[in-house]
C-alpha cells in the first residue's frame, strides 16, 4: 500500500526535539506507542513540514532486533503517516517488544489506531497559554 504525493515527512534527530515531543500526547497500541505534538509558530518557521523520529530502547531486544523494529516503523510511517500527518506535528514512534515480530498489516492498523486516539486526545486538551 505504498502512496504516492504523500506529505514529505522530515526526521527527528535532536535529542532535544525527541523529550518536547514526549510532553505531548501519547498513545499506546501492543505494536507502537506514538507521541504527537503540535510545535508552536515560533519553531516552525516557513518550513511546517510534519517530523517524525522513531526510537527503540534495549527493552525490545538486542541490536539486531532494534534495528529491526526501526525498519518496519519506518515502513509503516510511509504507509499510513505520511498521507495523515498533519503539518507542524512532530510524531515519535517507540518500538516495543512486539513490533518487530508483529504481522505488518496489524502494525499498520496499530499505528493508524494510534494517530486517531493522538488526535482525539488533542481535542480534549485544554488549552494553554495567555492566562485562559
Known sequence: ?????????QRLL???D?????????AATPG??????????DE??????????YTA??????????NRARRRLRSAVTDVLSVRA???????????AATADRPYDA??????????RAAGNRSHQPSRGHGS
Not at 525527541?18 to 501519547?26: C, I, Q, S, T, Y
Not at 516552525?44 to 523520529?53: E, L, M, S
Not at 530502547?57 to 532494534?66: E, F, P, Q, T
Open 32 to 41: 507502537l506507542v506514538l507521541q504527537v505534538r503540535r510545535r508552536s509558530p
Open 107 to 116: 502494525l499498520l492498523a496499530d499505528l493508524g489506531k494510534a494517530l486517531d
Open 18 to 26: 525527541f523529550l518536547r515531543a514526549a510532553r505531548g500526547v501519547k
Open 57 to 66: 530502547s534495549r527493552k525490545v531486544g538486542n541490536a539486531v532486533i532494534r
Open 44 to 53: 516552525t518557521g516557513a518550513d511546517d513540514r510534519p517530523r517524525v523520529g
Open 14 to 16: 535532536r535529542r532535544a
Open 1 to 9: 500500500m505504498r502512496t504516492s504525493g504523500a506529505t514529505p515527512l
Open 86 to 96: 498533519q503539518p507542524g506535528h512532530d510524531y515519535v514512534l517507540i518500538a516495543r
